[in-house]
């Protein structure tokens, strides 16, 4: 007699269903959900960009409308192929608003071809979802999740229909949704006696910092935390630590000096911070236009020079975030009601359009809801674990710093991950952590 035969019949057909979902899972390898969504990825990007017109990419050489670049990452791209120049274009100004990583790796997938790079950048973008897709299952196993568990969470991710959509983007989001979950596997590797991985941690923090200036901050955040992790030696919470910091500091230290050797000043990976301050603040405030240019010419008397939403001087942009850091001291109560308005604005971008914000509220905000009403009950329950603190911190502080400046597109896609495997932890956490030495709690005495 088979399993599904003896179902009662009054559990209808829902239980049968997910009875043979489940059998598909169990017999379904990890990689053939981690394939398939790399493939359901490259052929969305092919069909988005063989019929979705976008008039506001500055064009590169090519006939077709792919052949631009968003933000001017493909152009810096392919002025390095052509000339060797860090540059928007060949003889142009040298780029401090641009950190390295993702045009060097635009560079590798694509830029090389002026007429079809954009073919090689989604088999690049789409080869980038299955790495991250991989370390999300590395850090569930590192979590106790059972096979299976760690199955449905590769199944969320391979299949998510914001994740498909934002794999076509020529934007940072998705070297940033690679390497945040690489910097915390490594590191936890570290805490776990893995000398190599405490020191890769840090070159993968510098990387993630080279790629977005984000990631400055991360190895504070995530070095604080990993003092605290319970059931750990001091000494290796300290050679963790210090090689993150360490790591990331060498990797940073070449691109300082370049900065510094260019431009004459101490730029900590890159500028942008003043230019973003004041389009966040007209955003925020309900206008849309850009209000840089009214200000910077009130202060300076004259027109600003921008290229790719960045001053082409850096002077220009520390100017103006010296004006942004007098006007949070004169306005505390707007920086708060920015800052309240962009954690939301994070999960629900509303740029280019309201439709896209209202999609992104219905598809981000029930897993959002869930893990703090899940991290509350747990807490009482006891079931909260130092590894679910440390996905939530990792997820607030992304949220908040981009909340700050311009949550107005979609850089949740860097967190989400974290944030499916945060609901997945939180769910099936046990009372009790004692004899499973991948899940250190927040409760001293059940600790290992």
Known sequence: MSVVSVIPTESGGAVCLMYRARTWLERVSAWHLIGAGMLIRFAFCLLWAAFEPSPYYAPVEGTRFFDAGSDGYVQIARTLYLTGEYAFSPGGPPVHNRPPVHPVVMLIFGAWSAEYWYVFWFIGTALLSGAFMALIAALGRMFALTPLQIKIVLLVLAFHPYLIFATKSTTFIMEATVLLPLVLYLFLLGLRGRRAGAALS???????????????????????????????????????????????????????????????????????QGILYWIGDSIFAGRLGYSVGPIFKEVTGREPEIAFSGFVDPADDALMWSLARKDMLERPGNTLRRTALGAYGFWAPFLPSESKGLLCALLNLPFVLAAVVMLLRNLVQRRLHFHHLVLACLIVYFNLVFAFFLAVVSYFVMVLPLLFLLVACLLVAPRRSATVPARPTVFPRQST
């Open 202 to 272: 840090g070159i993968a923090c510098g990387l993630g910092a080279l790629t977005h200036g984000s990631f400055l901050l991360l190895p504070g955040v995530l070095g604080g935390l990993g003092l605290l992790w319970p059931g750990v030696r001091w000494s290796r919470k300290l050679t963790s630590v210090g090689c993150l910091i360490l790591g990331t500091a060498l990797v940073l230290l070449p691109w300082t000096i370049r900065n510094y050797r260019q431009f004459h000043r101490f730029i900590p990976v890159v500028t942008g």
